[in-house]
């Protein structure tokens, strides 16, 4: 049997909104395969996963797979990506109570909080992204909500490793970064406005170029890039389920996927069985991206 032994390994996670997220499916992943675990969630979100995890109602989604017991996390921290540091965040953000309380919660004192405390980072995982004009088609999208979309959704990876560059190069087995990204960024999907579509596109070659910067201190980085499933943020998009239909009847498969198969192949990525894969876009898709008809 190969195993997936993580343990001893720390894994910063990004993106947890609720349980139904993908970064929780890769949380409970990552944590059955032995990795502490740091979440980093959006200020005005950690309230709501700090009581998922801890809230009676929702104990059976914290049970983890493969028998491995409950998740478990170390600390859960705010951060909003789209600021690099604190002189970064706009007066009306500064003023908001929701955010203020948190004290800093750019990605730079968040990745500080976690180097602090931890002294190093094994695992990256981003899967945050955000449009404000999701629902707009492209031609009807703003600068504004574009310029959004790309800094939330794409430049994040960029700031994020630059920031935990310094705990994750050159650990022993080495270290990974996985990021989420989406077909819709590679071929026109309709309704997949807002600018996400460019975000995706943009975050693909981002990886590439992150995979090639870092490569040299051991830092390997890939993308998964999943089929449609019904998270929050998705159902913002509209049409979701008619997306996973349409997808299910088209895959190879003849089905849609699961966001524990994302959260599996994930932690493979995460693995020392992966260690020859970097700037790679996995699809997890059923099969959908090979279909021409
Ligand atoms: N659901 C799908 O069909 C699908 C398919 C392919 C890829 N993805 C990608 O998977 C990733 C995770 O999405 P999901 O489907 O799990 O939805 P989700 O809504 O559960 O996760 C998105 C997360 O982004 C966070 N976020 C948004 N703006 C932020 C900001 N400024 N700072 C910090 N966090 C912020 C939200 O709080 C949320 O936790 C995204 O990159 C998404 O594009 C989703």
């Known amino acids: 049997m190969i195993p997936i032994d993580l343990s001893g390994k720390v894994a910063l996670v990004t993106g947890v909104g609720d349980n139904e997220s993908f970064a929780w499916y890769i949380s409970k992943a990552l944590n059955a395969a032995g990795a502490k ?27 983890l797979p493969y028998g491995a017991g409950n998740l478990k996390v170390e600390k859960i921290l ?5 600021f690099d540091t604190m002189d970064d965040v706009d007066e009306k953000t500064r003023n908001d109570r929701r ?24 695992v990256l995982i981003h899967s945050v992204a955000f449009s404000p004009e999701i629902t707009k ?3 009807d999208t703003s600068r504004k909500a574009y310029a959004t979309a ?20 050159n650990r022993p087995d080495g270290a990974a970064a ?18 996400m579509s460019t975000a995706k596109a943009a975050l693909q070659i981002d990886a590439k170029q992150l995979a090639s910067n870092l490569g040299p ?38 089905r849609g996927i699961t966001p524990e198969e994302v959260a599996n192949s ?23 991206n090979v279909m021409g008809l």
Request: hydrophobic share 40%.
């Open 37 to 63: 675990l740091v979440l980093s969630c959006h200020p005005r979100f950690k309230g709501i996963v700090e009581s998922i995890m801890e809230r009676e109602a929702d104990a059976e989604s914290r049970v």
């Open 78 to 82: 705010a951060c909003d990506v789209g």
């Open 99 to 122: 955010f203020a309380k948190h004290g800093d919660y750019s990605i730079q004192g968040m990745i500080e909080a976690v180097g602090k405390e931890f002294q190093h980072i094994d």
């Open 137 to 139: 088609m492209m031609v």
């Open 150 to 169: 790309l800094s939330v959704s794409a430049y994040s990876l960029t700031s994020l490793l630059r920031a935990a560059r310094p705990y994750m190069a």
């Open 178 to 195: 996985v990021g989420l990204t989406y077909i819709g960024g590679d071929r026109v999907v309709p309704h997949y406005g807002g600018g």
């Open 217 to 254: 201190e051991k830092i390997r980085v890939n993308l998964i890039s999943a089929g449609p499933y019904a998270s929050r943020a998705a159902r913002a998009i509209g049409d979701i389920d008619q997306m996973i239909n349409y997808a299910a009847q088209r895959s190879p498969l003849q």
């Open 266 to 288: 994930t932690v493979f990525l995460c693995s020392p069985l992966a260690s020859g894969i970097t700037g790679h876009v996995l699809y997890v898709d059923a099969g959908y």
